[in-house]
């Protein structure tokens, strides 16, 4: 894994859903994160249901967070709902936090 990749995880790992006590990546609520030319980021991400209370303030922190990076100039965010998330796309960190 690139090293820009593994500061773009750390950024999104700050990030936590507010009704979940786990970070958006190890919720499996990113589903892509590809780096082109070492300045742009594209990101697929979902939310945990299209209702969501976040569903317009957390992809706006997930772009913010990651433009903190050095180098980085643009984010493309892309909210998808194909696949829907569902608990399988946890980490076995978050279920071991989650205790499921």
């Given at each position: 894994m690139s090293d820009l990749k593994e500061k773009v995880i750390k950024e999104i790992k700050k990030i936590y859903?507010?009704?979940i006590p786990v970070n958006?990546?190890?919720l499996g609520l990113i589903y892509k994160i590809e780096i082109i030319?070492?300045?742009k980021v594209n990101i697929d991400m979902t939310l945990t249901t299209p209702n969501c209370p976040v569903a317009d303030s957390l992809p706006k922190m997930?772009?913010?967070n990651i433009?903190?990076?050095e180098g980085i100039s643009d984010v493309d965010l892309n909210l998808v709902w194909d696949p829907p998330w569902t608990k399988?796309?946890?980490s076995e960190v978050a279920?071991?936090?989650?205790?499921?």
């Open positions: 859903d507010p009704e958006i990546y190890e030319d070492e300045k997930v772009k913010n433009l903190k990076i399988d796309k946890m279920k071991l936090e989650l205790n499921l």
